[in-house]
């Protein structure tokens, strides 16, 4: 069987990837991170949307707490949705360089060829390392600094979404199944979906442009 | 002040490293990392040689455990020396994209320009991630995946002895003051150097033609 690392945060976008890598007949291996996040709901969700899957294996890495950003740094305050374009202070430093890297180790300790990340340009609310040119830069690392991509066998980085906007992302999960009843998206991690927040607010958007209901509650709508 | 990221493992080259950043003018700020390692002999040498430099900060995180390799995995035997250019059962699958991705999130979480690291491709021992196509790789995955990046800014990525062999960064370390004393490279990290794996072999060749004598004592010579 083909094997596939998928990068679960449990939130919409991960659990369309997990969706479309057992579409295509991988073998799942989930991987997530307790990064210090303020919300451990969103780890509660990737259990439970791992375990949906039948993944073969879940890795949960704890990793380092970097400073100054709102979504670890509990001084910071998460902002409302402003629609602007600069980079938001939820940007965390190397975030999904840093995910990258266990998944290609994890990857390539299990012979996995390839790695799942639902990344996407279009709702691209200011995130560097969410665009295509940051996936392109981090594929040749794979191939040059990885023993697989030396041996000409390099670990493919899959951006199912990158193209797509979130209502797009939504109707793909829906076809093929997501159980989106399980993911919450929201940056304030709080029991119930804040419906304010930068992550809210695309997540619903999405849902009405996509003529779907969301299946999850929230405080303010 | 201008501030540096060196990584630090406590083995000779990471040592060169902070002489030539020290050197160089830079506030230094150590990194090193737990990652399962046989022999915590090196963290505890990464940590006298951080103090020998009194380092702004030392931060060491504790990283996930990747299997099947000779480094972390204590079922795998180390090997000695055999001169062979495939690609050793010591290579850990992503070390150094893990390495450089922590590295590049700490020094964009305290506003650093540069990340030294001593990676060299004369003594190059079968790694494909010590390779000058890696580090540019990796380079410009921080031009286009940091925010630092994308500002205009981004993190330089320092290899002062990637053209060096192991003789030519012994003498700039000792000509700089590097403290070899504190150091040891042994794969088998014992309390003693075990003077014959890889590694030892490689630091005793490059004592000996650089005409130092190696001031660590040794198991076998």
Do not use: W
């Not at 279009?122 to 940051?134: H, Q």
């Not at 697989?148 to 797509?164: A, C, D, H, K, Q």
């Amino acid at each position: 069987m083909k094997k596939a690392v998928v990068l679960l945060s449990g939130g919409l976008d991960s659990t369309t990837c997990m969706a479309v890598a057992q579409d295509e007949g991988y073998d799942l291996y989930a991987l997530s991170f307790d990064y210090g996040q303020r919300h451990n709901k969103e780890l509660e969700n990737a259990v439970r949307v791992a375990k949906y899957y039948r993944v073969k294996d879940h890795r949960v890495f704890k990793i380092g707490y970097v400073e100054g950003n709102a979504l670890t740094d509990r001084s910071v305050d998460v902002p409302d949705y402003n629609g602007g374009d600069a980079i938001p202070v939820t940007y965390v430093p190397a975030r999904n360089i840093l995910f990258l890297s266990y998944a290609a180790g994890y990857a390539e300790s299990i012979g996995a060829e390839a790695v799942f990340i639902g990344v996407s340009s279009v709702d691209y609310s200011g995130y560097p390392d969410c665009r295509p040119e940051f996936i392109e830069a981090f594929q040749r690392v794979l191939e040059v600094g990885t023993k697989m991509g030396v041996e000409g066998n390099p670990i493919r980085i899959r951006t199912p979404l990158i193209n797509l906007s979130k209502a797009q992302t939504i109707l793909l999960g829906q076809s093929l199944g997501a159980p989106y009843h399980l993911t919450t998206s929201c940056y304030r991690g709080g029991e119930v979906a804040c419906g304010v927040c930068d992550s809210c607010t695309l997540r619903l958007k999405g849902f009405k442009e996509a003529g779907i209901k969301d299946p999850i509650d929230y405080e303010k709508v």
